[in-house]
């Protein structure tokens, strides 16, 4: 009979080999988090570009563009806000406020009736959702425009909210229904043996465990609705009721514009934004992942 050879790697051997894959995997890991470092000075340059930018003089800006400021110019922003940023940022606060809160309720109802009821015309109407993704803001401008004009809702902020809600509602529903599937059937049932009605389970069970895919989508829907462009510009006449993307175009002349008040413009409207995101970036990605598993 022959004997199998016995293993000829020593204790030393064996550690050595360790070390070499230590070694390695310390190498691509090196390798990827220069990369992710890189690509964030990519992404972030612009914006710290604005942010300095915004505290020196116009011809500060034109003569030293990549430094630091000589002087820190706070008065930018106190000049920003005293020319109509403070009534744009409020605007912009309504508006988004009123659009996420109506678009995350309205999408949780949808979500759930099509998450966990039959009926006929169900598939439909879930078509209906996905085809409301491909329908572009700028193709139903005209028709938009006259219906706003004949309900009499032209130059409010309601001709800002409805269609803000209408175009992001497919998304939420959509991400909102994945969330809601994942949830297990027998908390419903269970529910329903206690005396709970359906709209109690939606709002004692489905809303309370699906807080990451709601935060989700208002983080989502607040992102469109602060920087919107197209709509705030067409929709509104009057300046006081206009939004922070559309009242910063008063800042620029025709023949002159100071662009360190500007920047501190779009500082300030770009602030809101990136404040959120921060705090609310884990919920961000838990639903996220979450969602797109069904």
Known sequence: MQVPKQSMMTPETVSDVKRVKRKK?????????????????IIAYPLLWMVMSSFKSTEEIFTNSWSLPETWLVENYVAAWESGISSYFLNSVIVTGLSCILTVFVSALGAYGLSRFEFKGKTFIL????????????????????????????NTHW???????????????????????SIPKELEEAARLDGCTSIGILFRIFIPMSVPILLTT??????????????????????????????????????????????????ISAAPIVILFLFMQKYFIRGIASGSVK
Request: with cysteine.
């Open 25 to 41: 995997g310390y190498g691509s890991a090196t390798f990827v988090y220069a990369g992710l470092i890189f690509y964030f000075l």
């Open 127 to 154: 078509v209906i959702c996905l085809g409301g993704l491909m329908l572009s803001p700028q193709v139903s401008l005209i028709p938009l425009y006259n219906i706003i004009q004949k309900l009499g809702l032209y």
């Open 159 to 181: 001709a800002l909210i409805l269609p803000y809600v209408a175009y992001r509602i497919p998304l939420t529903i959509l991400l909102i229904r994945a969330y809601f599937l």
């Open 218 to 267: 208002t983080i989502l829907t607040a992102y469109y609705t602060w920087n919107e462009f197209m709509f705030a510009i067409i929709f509104i006449d009057d300046d006081s009721l206009r939004t922070i993307p559309a009242g910063l175009m008063q800042f620029r002349d025709a023949l002159q514009t100071d662009w360190g008040v500007l920047l501190a413009g779009l500082t």
